[in-house]
């Protein structure tokens, strides 16, 4: 399957899944609130800093709200490929100090500075081979001592430990979907998404300049990490 028609697949679920995503997404994801939580727990900023957000593949706004509570005086740039769940993420955080940006974040060419990019399930839509040059596009977007924050699906370091991971999930899974289900977020983790390795991750944001790079939460296959400019 080529890029662009992933892509495409991709776009087209999102736009399917917008009105369905805030229930089923605290059945597929442990501990999702919390996980968003540390994101914000990450920032090196005051609590009432004047600071410009980014968040990239913004779904319906979960995670900028969650930044929003903690930081305020923030204003936030949610960019997402669906326009669906862009209209989501509007009716939760309104127009004042939000703007939203309905683009493809992975070839995004930022053109103004900002203080803080994250990401929440999104990333491991990204191509492995594309990682590299994405992170140095984020580092270059961003102000000295700005940072980066992503929460994602990541890979384990072996495959003894990726089953492990596996099975965890789908010990969360199983109370609360059925076994079609459970194959069908199976088939689609298979087709659409590229998780990697979290510690190949953490060496690239190290690679192309970010220092302090360093894990913040974590539940088997789901990660929250990031880096200081």
Request: charge should be positive; include cysteine.
């Amino acid at each position: 399957m080529t890029t662009g028609k992933r892509t495409e697949i991709i776009k087209a679920h999102f736009e399917g899944e917008a009105g369905a995503y805030d229930g089923n997404v605290v059945k597929t994801v442990p501990h999702y609130e919390e996980m968003l939580d540390a994101v914000a727990s990450a920032f090196p900023f005051r609590p009432d800093a004047d600071i410009k957000i980014v968040d990239l593949g913004s779904g319906t706004g979960n995670l900028s709200l969650a930044l929003r509570k903690r930081f305020p005086n923030a204003r936030v740039s949610c960019m997402d490929i669906s326009g669906k769940m862009l209209e989501t993420a509007r009716k939760k955080l309104g127009e004042s100090r939000t703007d939203y940006i309905l683009a493809d974040f992975s070839g995004h060419e930022f053109s103004m500075k900002c203080d803080a990019v994250v990401s929440s399930l999104a990333l491991h839509h990204l191509e492995r081979k594309a990682r590299r040059q994405f992170f140095a596009r984020v580092y270059g977007a961003l102000n000295e001592g700005g940072v980066f924050v992503n929460a994602d699906i990541v890979l384990a370091s072996n495959s003894r430990w990726q089953r492990m991971y596996l099975a965890k999930w789908e010990g969360f899974l199983a109370p609360s979907l059925p076994r079609e289900k459970i194959e069908e977020a199976y088939a689609r983790y298979r087709s659409e998404d590229r998780p990697v390795p979290l510690l190949g991750d953490i060496q690239l944001l190290r690679d192309v300049g970010f220092r302090e790079a360093d894990v913040f939460w974590k539940y088997y296959n789901f990660a929250v990490y990031g880096a200081i400019k």
